[in-house]
């Protein structure tokens, strides 16, 4: 499965942005990591297909919104309200299955494919 991000760009503090990922074929999980400069990547959104299980990162949570297409194998995360914290490069992930666990969606490990990554920049 390969995936493919879009969206991204340079944005003001308190402005919106999307992101879109398109999966080659199915999965089971699919969700969001970033990586801002001179940290460790860490979790955003996951989101299982088949069920309503959707965890969010407690700092995007009420701010970004992921939401699917099964049909398109795709996600989309709408971010509003941006910060220059979550200026990062984010990526894609996905797993060919559901995760048993709610902490297994939160652990990049888990996650067995990966998108290219696209640059979000928010400016103060």
């Known amino acids: 499965v390969q995936l493919q991000a879009s969206g991204g760009g340079l944005v003001q503090a308190g402005d919106s942005l999307s992101l879109s990922c398109q999966a080659s074929?199915?999965?089971?999980?699919m969700g969001w990591f970033r990586r801002a400069p001179g940290k460790e990547r860490e979790f955003v959104v996951s989101?299982?297909?088949?069920?309503?299980?959707?965890y969010y990162a407690n700092s995007v949570e009420g701010r970004f919104t992921i939401s699917k297409d099964n049909a398109k194998n795709a996600i989309y995360l709408q971010m509003n309200n941006l910060k220059p914290e979550d200026t990062a490069v984010y990526y894609c992930?996905?797993?060919?299955?559901?995760?048993?666990?709610?902490?297994?969606?939160?652990?990049?490990?888990?996650?067995?494919?990966w998108g290219q990554g696209t640059l979000v920049t928010v400016s103060s």
């Open positions: 074929g199915r999965t089971g999980v």
């Open positions: 992930a996905a797993a060919s299955r559901p995760f048993a666990s709610m902490r297994a969606y939160y652990s990049a490990g888990n996650y067995v494919y």
């Open positions: 989101t299982n297909l088949n069920s309503a299980r959707t």
